[in-house]
Structures are given as C-alpha cells and as structure tokens.
C-alpha cells in the first residue's frame, strides 16, 4: 500500500517534528499516525519526543513592547495631502509610454520650432538696437569703448576690492 | 477593513494608511518578535530585529506585487535573515563570560520559579545550537510553518530541513541531559 510507511521513517519524522501529528509533514500524517497506533516501537519513540516537545513548549513568548508599536506607528508611510488619486492609464497611454518612456519628442521639438518662428517674427518686423539708437559715429565709438571696459573690469575688480 | 487580505493592507500602507499599519502589525509583529526572540535568545534584540523588519515593511510598500509570494513567508524570511547576520556579526564579539549558563542555581520552592528556571535552561540550550538548526526549529516548531515553507525561507530542500531539525532536537536533548545530570549532582553536594 502506497499510504503505509516503515518504522524508520516514522522514526525520522518523530525525529525531525516531534510527537504532535499536527507538525508531521501533510502527505504523511495519516499513515504515520496510523502507524503509531499499531506500534508499541512507536509509542515509544513519541513518548521520548513528547518530553522534548514539552520542555521546548517551557520557553515563554514575550508580547511586543508598547513602545515598539509606537515606534513602528511613528515611522509609517503618510498619506501626501492633496495628492490625486493616480487614474487609470488607458491601453493608448500604456502603447505610447513603451515607444517613448521618456516622453515624446514631440512636445520639445515643437516648442523649439515655435521660438524659432517667434525670433524670426519679431526680428523681421522690428529694428531693434538697444545700445546705438540715435548715436552719431563718434558717440557710436565712445559707446563701444565703454562697454569694453565694462567687459574688462569685472577682472580687476577683486583686486581693487581686495586692497 | 479587519476582513482585508494582507496583500491588500499592504497596498493601503503603501498609501499611507494608518489604520492599515496597525492591522498589519498587530497580525504579524508578535509572531515577528517571537521569532526573532528564539533566534536572538533575548527580548531587546528581537524587538530590534521586527522593527527592522516593519521598517522595510513600511519602506517597500509601494513596490509589493501582489499574489508573486505569500506576505507572511516574506516576512519570516526577512526577520530570519536579519536574525542571522546579526548572529554572524556577533560571533566574532561574544564574551564568554556573558554566554548562557545552562547550570542554573538552586532552584526555589515556588513551582513558578521552577517553570521560570526551565524556561530559560531551554532558552539557553536553544542559543548552544548552531544558527540553521536553531532556525529550522524556530521557523518548524515554534512558528508552525510547513516543511515547504521553511524550506523556501532557509534556501535549502525539506530533506536538508529534516536534517537540520533532527540534529537540532538531538543536540537539544544532550544538552538538556547533561544539565539535567550536573544539576542532580550539584543537589546532592549541597545536600
């Protein structure tokens, strides 16, 4: 019979387990406890594990302190005030996020072409000239010269700060 | 929400619920701590062990998928492995002088002091074991896990569980013995 087993195995489950069936391995219980209740060898080995199963059963179980649970409390995930439901994403969304994960390069070539077009727009219809309106050549020059050394005194300037 | 699988609480935790903290804790963290307290022979240690447990607990939330593993088999292998680095770590600083005595004093007339005395010559011999074996039986024995489970949680076959847990309760049985046979010794001296 497939479901009987050998005084050496049963020994070696009692061995392993103990002596309350509830431990035995599942596909085993059934023809082990049978096996005990047929065999005096049997009792015998259980009535040895028994003993260890009840000093073992001696060591105590301390419940959690109250102050780990407080601290455990303390260090919890929270909830982001005001954060919105995540939606659910559509097959659509789900196509377009695996061709571009990053996002599609749509968005920021277009807004490089709209400043493009915008630049060329607005140079096309304006003069603009911020620093030489309504200069004749001399002031021109002179203008020239003092924005170069406008360019040139940010080096000097640490030192004359220095002495 | 007490109805909530596991599973579940642990996505509401993800989402910051509170109240799904609590119920997750209060399902698990006593086992937690217990286990950690066979491994680690003591209460300040385990409580430390279960709280690195629920830390990772709290900080992995949001990455648990759901149905890939049983959480509580998780959560044992996690407090387990944390037991057992800590003890790797450990090993090299043990004082002697601080290991467990299985010969304990005299013992008193009350029987509760008695019951006290067992439980921590029990406790003392289960530190003596090496840390597999004292795994096995904690995971085996003490958590009531199947052999599958403690299988999965250890890395090794059931037959590899068998024998640590066979040469666990061996090496349980001579200690206990032993100390038996120096107690009644140490009695009848004094007597």
Redesign the interface.
Known sequence: MANEITLERFS?IV????ASP??W??AERGAAEAFAASSAEARSLLAA?GA?DA??A????????AA??A???A??????AGAPAARPRSAFRELIDTIWPYGSPALPTGALAASIMLGIAVGSVSEISVLNEGLTAAEETEADDRLISLALADVAWPEEWMQ | MKEASDDELVAAVAKGDGAACGLLMERHLGRTVALARRMMGNQADAEEVAQEVFLRVWTHADRWEPGRAQFSTWLHRVATNLCLDRLRRQRGTVDIDEMPNLVSEEPGPDRRLEADELAARVEAALQQLPERQRAAIALSHYQGLSNTETAEILEVSVEAVESLLSRGRRQLRVLLATEKDELLRSRETSA
Not at chain 1, 15 to 18: D, F, K, T, W
């Open positions: 070696a061995e392993a387990y103990g509830a431990r391995p599942e594990a260890l000093a073992l001696a060591v105590p179980v301390e419940a959690p302190s780990l649970a601290r455990l409390m260090a919890r995930p929270r909830a982001i």
